[in-house]
């Protein structure tokens, strides 16, 4: 049964940093796909970043050169480090993953991922 926790979230002042962890277990090879999306009060999921099978990355325009993905194969874990955050960064962020596509790159989709973790609270204050 594959399971996935976050951790990490708090609250920030603007400008500031956290690094988001997820531990993705229930998989026998790394052969899926690990996303980060985000929803803000009122408002729609939406996907922040992807890392595929082969370590690829992808990030929404939102979060470019601001946050970054990366992992730790061996703990089965990703990391989402944030930095430069800004209010309207405010969001319920969830980790989700799910088998690897047949084109093998990953998409910041809602759609794209079937088991998701509970979410942890990140708040940015101005």
């Known amino acids: 049964q594959v399971q996935v926790a976050e951790s990490g979230g708090g609250s920030v002042q603007a400008g500031g940093s956290l690094r988001l962890s997820c531990v993705v277990s229930?998989?026998?090879?790394?052969?899926?796909?690990v996303g980060w999306f985000r929803q803000p009060p009122g408002k729609e999921r939406e996907g922040v970043a992807c890392v595929d099978t082969h370590g690829g990355t992808k990030y929404a325009d939102s979060v470019k050169g601001r946050f970054t993905m990366s992992q730790d194969i061996a703990k089965n874990t990703v990391y989402l480090q944030m930095n430069s955050l800004q209010p309207e960064d405010t969001a319920m962020y969830y980790c989700?993953?799910?088998?690897?596509?047949?084109?093998?790159?990953?998409?910041?989709?809602?759609?794209?991922?079937?088991?998701w973790g509970q979410g942890t609270q990140v708040t940015v204050s101005s």
């Open positions: 229930g998989y026998t090879y790394r052969n899926y796909f």
């Open positions: 989700a993953a799910d088998l690897a596509q047949m084109t093998g790159v990953c998409r910041t989709r809602v759609t794209d991922f079937g088991h």
